[in-house]
């Protein structure tokens, strides 16, 4: 299967500290990526990397979404943005203030062809415009279960329904390549499951993604393969099972992390 993503030897020093270090990998279409790692190994930054958020100081980072691989790694995020790689924080950024429906169609506006002036104007061809992005935001809401909360006040929904609404937001995008940072980070148990959900519906459908997650129970069931990032470096790779028994996994959860080693003790 052709490769979406291809990074090379790619690194990112903070104040003379590498972040992210000489890390190559390559994500297949369809596949679902997980990255996980002990606290501080680099997950986030490598992330804002790709996403370009992050400027590299080396490597490269070449994509392709359908036809033509580019090279990607010197454009902007909005530049990566618009070319379908679609990024969900780890913290909920929605604006408040403003319905769940608004919310999705703020991150769509990015992407339209007609920019300020016409909406400021608000020219026919922005009207139109409009009118199908407000129709891609509804789908992409219903896509996360959230049709009917599309008038309501972003800041009334319960965490887990911020979490799904910020993905509807990158959904809305139509990406080729979705990153999802702890998605499930804070949520309860009921909540995380309707997520894994979604994750897998997303799969079946094709979508390429990556997915950092510290519950590795979570992330064994959602990803085909698994990446493991310790002190900047890709420490192992491959399936779940693959590296769940991997020594130098388990030592680098063991050694620093004691959440980090129960998690991966209660996977069996
Ligand atoms: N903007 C920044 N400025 C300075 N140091 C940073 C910055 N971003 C990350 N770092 C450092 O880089 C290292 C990797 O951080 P990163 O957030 O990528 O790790 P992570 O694996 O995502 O961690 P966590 O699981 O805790 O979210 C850490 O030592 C962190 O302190």
Known sequence: ???????????????????????????????????IGPNGAGKSTLFNLISGHLAADHGTIRYR????????????????????????????????????????????????????????????????????????????????????WAGRPADALPLGQQRSLQLARALCAQPHLLLLD??????????????????ESLRADGLTMMLIEHDVTFVSRLADRVSVLDLGRLIAEGTPEQVRADA?????????????????????
């Open 1 to 35: 299967m052709s490769a979406v993503l291809t990074v090379d030897s790619i690194s990112r020093a903070f104040g003379g500290v590498y972040a992210v270090r000489d890390v190559g990998l390559t994500v297949a279409a369809g596949e679902t990526r997980g990255v």
């Open 65 to 148: 979404p359908n036809g033509e691989e580019r090279r990607i790694d010197r454009l902007s995020a909005h530049a990566r943005a618009r070319l379908g790689i679609a990024i969900v924080f780890q913290s909920a950024r929605l604006f408040h203030g403003m319905t769940a429906l608004e919310n999705v169609m703020v991150g769509a506006h990015a992407r339209t062809r007609h920019g300020f002036l016409a909406a400021a104007l608000r020219l026919p061809r922005h009207r139109r415009e409009e009118a199908g992005i407000k129709a891609d935001a509804l789908a992409a809401l219903d896509r996360v279960g959230l049709r009917d």
């Open 248 to 268: 130098s996994v388990v030592a680098a959860y063991l050694g620093r992390e004691t959440t980090g080693a129960a998690g991966w003790e209660a996977t069996g």
């Open 182 to 199: 702890e998605p499930a980070s804070g949520l309860r148990a009921g909540e995380r499951e309707a997520l894994a959900q979604l994750i």
